[in-house]
């Protein structure tokens, strides 16, 4: 059997009352998996978490989501699987509003901006067509430390970039940030954000604030035979 995981990880402080637990999420996956992270989830008493709240941003997320309508590969969105209202928990919205949304992504190239509202679409409809879990989890690897991949990514499209990645990655800092100035008893949060994100996040908690990892687990996204 082989398959996709993800990392949870707990952090802890000596400078600080806050235990921070980081979800680096994938935003496909099998039911069980999100239902693990929800129970972790209710464990804590504040959650952080992103969503652009743009039709922009729901356009890019065909990019993926369209996969999970073929009923034979049993996998569902974070969206639809993670209802965080019905954790019982103080939720944090560490995002892009949708005015800074829109203002990030008029910045954009048209030709960019055409190319990804187009592409992202027909992507999703080829993985719907052709995806196999096991198709899907090869494209899934994610690392948790910053990476060439990434600067390669973005190399001719600062702008999309820090749409996408930098002005967010900057919000939940921010309110990372707040949280610990904040806190005056011992509190865990939990922090639910795309798996992409988190290596800023952990340099930021390691350099600045003295924050190491207490403990860590793999959760399975998905399991396939090969």
């Given at each position: 059997m082989f398959g996709v995981r993800a990392a949870h990880y707990r952090l802890e402080s000596p400078r600080h009352k806050v235990e921070i637990r980081l979800f680096p999420m994938i935003h496909i996956g099998a039911?069980?998996?999100?239902?693990?992270?929800?129970?972790?989830?209710q464990q804590c008493e504040v959650v952080l978490f992103e969503g652009a709240r743009s039709s922009k941003a729901h356009m890019l997320?065909?990019?993926?989501?369209?996969?999970?309508?073929?009923?034979?590969?049993?996998?569902?969105?974070?969206?639809?699987?993670?209802?965080?209202?019905?954790?019982?928990?103080?939720l944090i919205h560490a995002d892009s509003t949708s005015d800074e949304f829109a203002k990030g992504w008029s910045g954009i190239p048209l030709q960019t901006r055409l190319a990804l509202m187009v592409g992202a679409p027909l992507y999703g409809a080829w993985l719907f067509l052709t995806a196999t879990r096991e198709s899907l989890g090869q494209d899934m690897q994610t690392e948790d430390l910053?990476?060439?991949?990434?600067?390669?990514?973005?190399?001719?499209?600062?702008?999309?970039?820090?749409?996408?990645?930098?002005?967010?990655?900057?919000?939940?800092?921010?309110?990372?940030?707040?949280?610990?100035?904040?806190?005056?008893q011992p509190t865990c949060a939990g922090v639910l954000y795309g798996a992409g994100h988190i290596s800023a996040v952990t340099r930021f908690l390691f350099d600045e604030h003295a924050f190491r990892v207490v403990g860590s687990e793999w959760l399975d996204v998905m399991i396939y035979d090969r």
């Open positions: 039911p069980d998996y999100y239902a693990h992270v929800a129970a972790r989830l997320a065909l990019s993926y989501s369209l996969a999970t309508r073929r009923k034979r590969l049993g996998l569902v969105t974070e969206r639809e699987a993670l209802r965080l209202r019905s954790l019982g928990v103080r910053e990476s060439r991949d990434r600067q390669d990514a973005f190399e001719d499209e600062p702008e999309l970039e820090r749409t996408l990645l930098t002005r967010r990655d900057s919000r939940l800092i921010g309110a990372l940030t707040s949280l610990l100035v904040e806190a005056t």
